[in-house]
């Protein structure tokens, strides 16, 4: 059926829920500021369609912040508090097939030289199982079922009859077999969570569903707010590629103009075409002083190209560029120019964090560097939702920060959860140093 499925038990302990279905006890709950369909399942083993059924009046609502102070009946039921034990199932796509051919074919192969795309989620289970053994070691029980997708929608299909009754799943990371999930678990109590996922092409989500990565959409709206009401007295330029193969920039475009509907902005929007420099030469010409481009791509080579035209165009002028968080992750740019050009993006990470002790207590116990972005966003999805259904059903509610990064969840309008907070940085003295003076 599948090639690969293995068990990690600690210790040997299933999680089971005793419910009292013989009479029905109702509790009077007035509706807080913060409380959300999910955060009274989380904290009261109570499903949407059971409080709609005791309350007529909550049916076609997606939020309850609009019911605050109002009375709800919930059943009270046994088992309703936080879990002791956690049935949790992660699925990655480690391609053992691939790796079992490798290792068979040289016996001395070391883990380096595995394929990538194994290696990174060897690495994000390695953080999510150090967060695991956090909690172990405080004493609760978790029974950690790990199982390979391949990247495939029919091995992830196959899957399906493994992870019926889990309270939390970590994947897949990809869309298309993320959506295999999504359609088992749609309406369930089971917590699922996707570590990647950025752009979300489905509507069809109920609020047991979380995206751990900011909604791009909405950091580009903030970037957009924040150059409108700091440097409105400049010549702004929009560079974006013109490309008819997608509408993506296109959207990213038009959240940008949304912000800026002031005559008294100077705005230009700029379509480029390969090579990058042929089109965009004659606009760069005629900059004067006082300048921001912004760049609301994603593309690598796009980007790279034109931080370094911008870089080498400069000369005197006043020159600050907006773009995408990707930025700081493209280590063929120059630091130099990154700097030279004050780049600004925003991102829920801290870039002034020190993972020291992290980087202690990790090497301990595997005797590995952990400072892989990947394992960082293993640990940091455990710690977070282990935390969640552990010790505190609350925490949608709350601004968390795991190793430096900004979790702060909110019910999306197509019902499931996202993060939605985060900051701006930009480059300056050789450094990436925080805005402080925008909110």
């Known amino acids: 059926m599948y090639k690969f499925f293995f068990f990690i038990l600690i210790p040997f302990l299933l999680f089971s829920q005793i419910r009292d279905e013989d009479q029905e006890i109702f509790m009077k709950y007035t509706v807080q500021s913060f409380d959300s369909f999910y955060t009274l399942k989380s904290k009261y083993?109570?499903?949407?369609?059971?409080?709609?059924?005791y309350n007529p009046f909550l049916k076609g609502s997606?939020?309850?912040?609009?019911?605050?102070?109002?009375?709800?009946?919930?059943?009270?039921?046994?088992?309703?508090?936080?879990?002791?034990?956690?049935?949790?199932?992660?699925?990655?796509?480690?391609?053992?097939?691939?790796?079992?051919?490798?290792?068979?074919?040289?016996?001395?192969i070391g883990i380096n030289d595995i394929d990538y795309k194994s290696f990174k989620s060897i690495d994000f289970y390695r953080g999510f199982l150090f967060s695991v053994n956090e909690y172990v070691e405080q004493g609760y029980q978790v029974d950690l079922s790990v199982f390979d997708t391949y990247n495939n929608v029919d091995s992830t299909r196959n899957l399906l009859n493994h992870l019926d009754g889990m309270d939390l799943i970590v994947g897949p990371l990809y869309q298309?077999?993320?959506?295999?999930?999504?359609?088992?678990?749609?309406?369930?109590n089971t917590v699922v969570v996707s570590p990647f996922i950025k752009n979300i092409n489905s509507s069809y989500y109920t609020d047991n569903f979380f995206f751990m990565e900011c909604n791009e959409l909405a950091k580009i709206d903030y970037l957009s707010k924040y150059v409108f009401d700091n440097f409105s007295d400049y010549n702004i330029s929009i560079v974006s590629r013109d490309d008819t193969t997608t509408f993506k920039d296109d959207y990213f475009r038009n959240t940008i103009f949304s912000n800026f509907d002031s005559t008294d902005v100077n705005i230009k929007n700029i379509m480029t075409m390969?090579?990058?420099?042929?089109?965009?030469?004659?606009?760069?010409?005629?900059?004067?002083?006082?300048?921001?481009?912004?760049?609301?791509?994603?593309?690598k080579?796009?980007?790279?190209?034109?931080?370094?035209?911008?870089h080498a165009f400069k000369r005197d002028s006043s020159m600050v560029v907006f773009c995408m968080d990707d930025i700081a992750k493209f280590e063929q740019i120059p630091t130099y120019e990154l700097n030279n050009l004050k780049v600004h993006f925003a991102s829920n990470k801290n870039y002034s964090y020190d993972y020291g002790s992290f980087i202690s207590s990790f090497y301990d116990i595997f005797q590995t560097d952990s400072r892989d972005k990947y394992l960082l966003k293993g640990y940091e999805c455990g710690k977070?939702?282990?935390?969640?259904?552990f010790k505190d059903?609350?925490?949608?509610?709350?601004?968390?920060?795991?190793?430096?990064?900004?979790?702060?969840?909110?019910?999306?309008?197509?019902?499931?959860y996202r993060n939605k907070i985060f900051d701006i940085w930009y480059y300056e003295d050789?450094?990436?140093?925080?805005?402080s003076n925008f909110d």
């Open 62 to 108: 997606i939020y309850l912040d609009e019911f605050h102070g109002q009375e709800i009946l919930i059943p009270i039921k046994k088992g309703n508090h936080n879990y002791s034990t956690l049935k949790i199932g992660v699925l990655l796509p480690f391609h053992t097939d691939l790796i079992d051919s490798l290792v068979f074919q040289d016996e001395n």
């Open 274 to 299: 390969k090579p990058t420099i042929d089109s965009i030469h004659h606009e760069l010409d005629t900059l004067d002083f006082k300048n921001l481009i912004l760049i609301p791509s994603k593309e």
């Open 384 to 389: 977070y939702f282990l935390e969640f259904l």
């Open 45 to 53: 083993d109570v499903t949407r369609r059971e409080l709609v059924l």
């Open 430 to 435: 050789f450094e990436i140093k925080k805005v």
């Open 393 to 416: 059903s609350n925490l949608i509610n709350k601004e968390v920060n795991i190793l430096g990064v900004k979790y702060k969840f909110d019910l999306h309008e197509n019902n499931f």
């Open 301 to 310: 080579d796009f980007v790279i190209d034109l931080i370094s035209k911008l």
């Open 176 to 188: 298309k077999n993320f959506n295999i999930i999504k359609d088992f678990f749609y309406g369930s």
